[in-house]
């Protein structure tokens, strides 16, 4: 683990800024569907034993799940 | 009247779907993309003479392909010499993800295709305070701008009338960075691209096998010599287009809420809960097995008397010979064998859809994702394998949303020993013959045995993953990066298209094969060419003197049976499969069901008829009544009975999923492998089971 915070770090309830990325070989699923730098969301819900993780970007109904491979993969901006 | 080929384009879960049944209504056919099994649908309709075909695309959120799904819209908008290439595309994308709409409609109009844009579901739009200006939209995009509220059917009409709508200059808004257009001009070259966009599409693919092989050739050394990373373009294409359109579409839509809390949020925090989560989807799996087995009932005991009655009215209509045999024994029964399996299915697939409809499936993903992954599958496989409870031929199919190679190879392997609903009928009918009819804690016991198949079922799918896991070391990357949408109510109209499609999918294609199997079992069953069949009246007389008349006769039936073609074949497996406890009128049923499991009922019934004379028994009572000429004991006892279910639970009793196997894996190490050991395991199992409780 680096020292920046990503997504996986974030407990249920807690919002967030997406700051960049951990490295360039992110799916181009994450940048399709709107995770890009400055986006605000809401860690919503988690599954225990490291289960994947569910997001709402602000403004938006709907939710997004990522593994929380991906999510580590997503960094967030320091608060 | 001249003609209109159309293309449906969409992001997943923007109601691209119900659109479709909208503007087609029943006109609509499943079919398949040549070469490819991705799922085609097509439906036509007819407004102010001009006959549209309207093709519904797989939903994508770019037109980069990052699964099979997604290929196949890349291929069709990509190339114009391709059957299913549109003279116009309807872009539909939701109100609330209009960025990401708008990106794919850019993508596409810039391959060349003029493009018109729905914003669907507008009513949630309104609902959420959202304001559209749809003039502003239209500046931008250059072209007619629609609002629909499909599930409510407004907005369809303009839609139509849209059609025709010529789009205006489009000025495109990505430029090729600089660094690229050499290559770009190369690949220009190569494939000889409309245009230097489609170039830049087809140098940042990952796959290129729909090139011819020199071409692919050609752009990998180019690709190499450059030192292209196709996955970097795809990244710098997206980015661009998104800075730019952030400015874009600031003025176009105005978000005049603050907080929203919708049912959804409230939903979830139960129906996603870490806990009553799990405890909801199997209460609900639970239920959906309960209803298929109690509430199919009555409708399979009309069915089955129903065709009984039929059998033995036709047979006294009309004149005693062999067409009388064909038409009651072989076609009226065999059709039987089919029409009473719909129940069943339909059942099943109006719960499937509702989950579907609902948004609920999505959440199945999300659920199942962490315990499905130490299995070498992704939460994506959950639902090939729930549609694997239906019928394993589109669950294969479906497998195809899956990303990751080696996830969706896992998944397609294993999904064959979920319980599909062919195997139900002979699930429903030996349990009903050996498991007896009793309360266990309150629930049915039968319903508790069918449960269990399932599981089983469930049990050996997740098994040989495991093993399958171990066996195929390839280093691969997997993810899951999945929308869950708003829950919304099914749409009744969807739910039942849905239902219609896959119920009447299922009756004509495996309908013929189980006809196509009953006459050809009646032929061979009602021939021979052995001395005891054709004198089996005089071998009868002198085996057994002053026997009586009716006796007489259904000895004469049975020798009959016994020594015609099918008689043979069911004799010639009968001692491998004696120690699974069945004999060979049974061996008669396991070699016609390899064409598919249903059609194990069927011949039973068609075999067990043809040795007797009695017409009006339905297919059950004569099942039960049936004696195992081997040990004496019922045909169809508790041990033969375990043993029978457990053969069908593993053995690869079905042609068809072969070949949709061989056609999705294209390859047919793979595809043997499968049937080698599903049948040898089946084997193994039904013996071991036999062995030890007979």
Known sequence: MSQHRSIASLSPGETGTIAGYRSNDIPIK??????????????????????????RVKNNPN???????????ILIEST | MTEMKIALVGNPNVGKSTIFNQLTGLRQKAGNYPGVTVERKTGTFTHQQVKYQLIDLPGAYGIHPSSL???????????????????????????FNLKRSVLLYQQIREMGLPAIFVINMIDEAERAGLVIDVQQLEKVLATKVLLTDARAGKGIDELRAALQHQPGEYATAFDIPEEYTASVAQTKQITGARNNYNAWLTLSQKHHRYLPADQADELATLRKDQGINYHRLQIQETLARYTKLDQQLATAVKDTTKKRENATARLDRLLIHPFWGYVIFFALLLLIFQAI???????????????????ASTSELLPAGPFNGLITDGIITGIGG????????????IFISLMEESGYMSRVVYLMDRWLKPFGLSGKSAVPLMSGAACAIPAVMSARTIENDKERLITILVTPFMTCSARLPIYIIIIGLVIPQTKFMGLDLQGLVLFGMYVLGVVAALGSAWVLKQVMKTSYKSYLILEMPTYKYPVVRNVLYNVWDKTMGFVLGAGKIILAISVILWVLGSFGISERFTNAEEIVRMENPGIDEEAFENRVQSERLEYSFLGSMGRAIEPLIEPLGYDWKMGIGLISSFAA?????STMATVYSLGGTDDELTIRERMGAEINQNTGWPAYNFASGISLLLFYAFAMQCMSTIAIVRKETNSWKWTFIQLAFMTGFAYLAALLAYQMLK
Not at chain 1, 37 to 52: D, I, K, Y
Not at chain 2, 76 to 87: C, G, I, R, T, W
Not at chain 2, 293 to 311: K, N, R, V
Not at chain 2, 597 to 601: G, Q, S
């Open chain 2, 597 to 601: 499991r249903e059609v194990f009922v």
């Open chain 1, 30 to 55: 994450v940048y399709e569907m709107g995770l890009l730098p400055g986006e605000v969301f809401t860690l919503t819900h988690r599954l225990p034993f490291n289960g994947p993780v569910c997001i």
């Open chain 2, 338 to 349: 089919i029409v009473i399996f719909i129940p069943q299915i339909a059942i099943l697939f």
């Open chain 1, 63 to 73: 939710s997004i799940a990522l593994r929380a491979t991906e999510a580590d993969l």
């Open chain 2, 293 to 311: 087995y109690t509430w199919s009932g009555p409708f399979m005991d009309a069915i089955d008397s129903g065709f009984a009655w039929l059998a």
């Open chain 2, 69 to 95: 799904d997604e290929e196949v819209v890349y291929r069709v908008l990509a190339d114009p010499q391709n059957s299913n290439y549109p003279e116009k595309v309807v872009v539909i994308g939701d109100p």
